[in-house]
C-alpha cells in the first residue's frame, strides 16, 4: 500500500481508478521499488517523481540500456523503467528515443523468434515503459508533474504494451517477478487479470528476494 505522502488526490485518477483497491494511486510510478543495494539510474530518493537536479537527460538511453542487461532482474528493470520514464517526461526528445531504443531491441527480438532470456527481457522492457508512459500521460497536470504527462503523451500515441507484455509472459509464465508486473499493469483496467497476475506472483515469492521484497505492493 502507498505511503500516505504518495496519494494524490482522488480527483487526479478519473483514468486511473484502480479495480484492486488496495493499490493508491498509478501503480508503476508513486511507489518506488525496494532494489536493495542494485544499480538503477540515479535518483535523490525524497519524492517518488524528482530525481537528482542535475542529471543529464541526454545521457538516458545510454544509461538506461547499460543497467538493463539481459541478466538484470525484473524488478530492478522496473525501477530503472520508472525513473527512466519520469525523467523522460522532462523532455521530449529523450522520451521518444527511449521509446525507440527499447521497441527497437524488442523488434529485434521478435525478428530472430528468441525465447533467450535476453529476448524475453526485451519485450517486457519495452511493454513495461509504454504502459509507464501511459500512467504519466494519463497524469496529466497533476501530482507536481505540470506539463510532464502532456509530453509523455505527444510522444506515447497509440503505442500498445500489454500486447507485449503478453509476449513476455508467453515466454516466462512462471517467472513471479514478471506477473507481479503484469498485476501491477492489470491493477487500473481489468480486475480478473490483476487477481490472476498478482497470484501466481505470490508463488513465485520464495524463488525471487527482490519479488519478496515488494510483494505487498500486492497487498
Not at 55 to 71: G, H, M, R, S
Not at 183 to 198: G, I, M
Request: aromatic share 6%; proline share 5%; with cysteine.
Amino acid at each position: 500500500m502507498l505511503r500516505r505522502r504518495h496519494i494524490v488526490p482522488l480527483a487526479a485518477f478519473a483514468l486511473l481508478v484502480t479495480v484492486a483497491p488496495v493499490i493508491a494511486g498509478p501503480p508503476l510510478l508513486c511507489h518506488p521499488f525496494d532494489i536493495g543495494d542494485a544499480r538503477s539510474l540515479p535518483w535523490d530518493g525524497r519524492e517518488w517523481s524528482q530525481g537528482q537536479r542535475d542529471y543529464n537527460v541526454a545521457n538516458l538511453v545510454a544509461d538506461t540500456e547499460a543497467i538493463l542487461t539481459p541478466t538484470a532482474p525484473v524488478i530492478v528493470r522496473m525501477e530503472t523503467l520508472r525513473r527512466a520514464a519520469l525523467y523522460a517526461s522532462l523532455d521530449s526528445k529523450a522520451a521518444a528515443e527511449l521509446l525507440h531504443a527499447l521497441n527497437a531491441r524488442a523488434a529485434a527480438a521478435e525478428r530472430t523468434a528468441t525465447s533467450s532470456p535476453a529476448g524475453a527481457m526485451a519485450l517486457f522492457d519495452a511493454g513495461y515503459l509504454t504502459e509507464t508512459y501511459r500512467q504519466i500521460a494519463q497524469l496529466g497536470r497533476v501530482a507536481g508533474l505540470g506539463t510532464r504527462g502532456q509530453t509523455i503523451a505527444g510522444v506515447l500515441g497509440k503505442a500498445d504494451g500489454k500486447a507485449l507484455m503478453d509476449r513476455t509472459i508467453a515466454l516466462r509464465p512462471d517467472d513471479g517477478a514478471i506477473q507481479f508486473a503484469a498485476a501491477l499493469v492489470a491493477a487500473s483496467t481489468d480486475k480478473t487479470a490483476y487477481e490472476r497476475h498478482a497470484a501466481k506472483a505470490r508463488e513465485g515469492v520464495s524463488r525471487d528476494p527482490l519479488l519478496a521484497r515488494n510483494i505487498k505492493q500486492l497487498t
